[in-house]
């Protein structure tokens, strides 16, 4: 595993590579492992050296929530661990099916609802990061950005949150956030075969802002660049694992968030933090 981290907000210092709980429920949808391989996972994840996990209290299905795997498996948690969570337009994981008109997770009442509810559920007294996720309510942006993030910013004053992100967002939308809040982290779609992000990725970098792309492998639609099996076949590595490789070297602020139920995947995800790209494999990869 890379040792190189990132400070988060620039105090917490996180390994670049994590692990992102939500295939752990099987939300919104999918398999998800038994529940002994779940706590597995996480605790070898930490074995390993992760220290930055990503989850939300609606990350949940059928009686499974990824907060309550993380506290049974970690609390009392290590002193490094770093817990990034996410609240939004949805209230329950359920509300993922609802129409626009029932997704109201982004008023002042439900966003406190969704944090307190991150903190119940992981038994926590401070939310080390909370994303606010925009565009759950149809297009890319929110009706109204300052009243969500001005709610987060009453809560980081009351001790609740130490530091805020935003996710699923448009460059102009960080710009605005960023006059309105200070903003530790940006979560976006982006991987080595969809780079609409790239400007982004280097204004968030320039800006000390850390760039966590949701579906680093693809998701449910895994990656199809050109080269990538030669380049896998040349370091002797599975393409998802260089698909993770490519985004490490993209950039240094590119923060790695892989989800799995498997521990055999677990290891080879955290493994690909080692792997060295070459200025050849870079160039054949685009």
Not at 3 to 10: A, S
Not at 73 to 86: F, G, M, R, W
Not at 245 to 271: K, V
Request: hydrophobic share 40%; aromatic share 4%; net charge negative.
């Amino acid at each position: 595993m890379t040792t190189e981290q990132w400070k988060l907000g620039g105090d917490l210092a996180v390994a670049r590579v994590g692990y992102g709980t939500m295939k752990l429920t099987g939300w919104p949808r999918g398999d998800r492992p038994d529940r002994e391989t779940a706590l597995g996972v996480l605790r070898r994840a930490v074995e390993l050296g992760v220290n930055h996990l990503d989850t939300s209290y609606y990350y949940a299905r059928d009686g499974v929530s990824a907060n309550e795997l993380i506290r049974e498996a970690l609390h009392p948690y290590p002193d490094d661990l770093v817990i990034v969570t996410k609240v939004g337009a949805l209230v329950e994981g359920s509300d993922i099916d609802s129409p626009a008109t029932g997704k109201t997770g982004l008023t002042a009442d439900n966003l406190r609802r969704g944090v307190e509810a991150n903190l119940r559920s992981l038994g926590l007294d401070r939310l080390d990061v909370v994303n606010l996720r925009l565009g759950d309510v149809g297009g890319t942006g929110a009706p109204d950005l300052a009243g969500p993030l001005e709610t987060l910013l009453a809560l980081r004053d009351e001790g609740l949150i130490r530091h805020l992100g935003i996710s699923n967002v448009t460059a102009d939308v960080v710009a605005e956030a960023r006059g309105i809040a200070p903003i530790s982290c940006v979560q976006n779609l982006y991987n080595v075969s969809r780079r609409d992000d790239d400007a982004l990725v280097d204004a968030c970098a320039e800006a000390g802002i850390a760039y966590v792309p949701f579906f680093p492998v693809g998701g449910f639609q895994p990656v199809t660049a050109a080269h990538l099996d030669s380049v896998a076949a040349r370091h002797g590595a599975t393409v998802p694992q260089v698909a993770l490789a490519w985004l490490l070297a993209r950039s240094p602020n590119i923060l790695l968030i892989p989800g799995t139920g498997s521990l055999a995947h677990l290891e080879e995800n955290i493994a690909a933090g080692s792997i060295e790209l070459t200025a050849e494999d870079l160039a054949e990869l685009g």
